[in-house]
């Protein structure tokens, strides 16, 4: 009974096509995380756009100078793989 049971419930595993070449699947690899690169320097911009704000708001000058070193990190940070697309690295 247990010889039918594994003959009639085997599951054939079936190869890829073969359709997605190696280096296909290492640049969506790199895209997915320079995506997710962008989307926290994205993040990071609104924070420092925030603070400046807000230190607009209080007349705080220490807090106006780390809202835009924020707001610059992440317009770098952002901005990250086009920087690295123009240096030639990536």
């Known amino acids: 009974m247990l010889a039918v049971a594994f003959t009639v419930l085997a599951v054939p595993a079936f ?3 073969g ?3 190696p280096l296909t699947i290492v640049n969506n690899l790199s895209t997915f995380i320079f995506s997710c690169i962008r989307a926290i320097g994205i993040i ?3 924070w420092g756009i925030v603070q400046v704000g807000m230190s607009v708001q209080s ?3 220490s807090q106006r100078t780390q809202g835009f070193l924020c707001l610059f990190g992440g317009l770098l940070i ?3 793989e086009d920087i690295l697309k123009l240096i030639g690295v990536v």
């Open 44 to 46: 990071i911009l609104g």
């Open 78 to 80: 952002a901005c990250a």
């Open 19 to 21: 359709g997605d070449s």
């Open 15 to 17: 190869a890829a096509d």
């Open 59 to 61: 007349h705080d000058a």
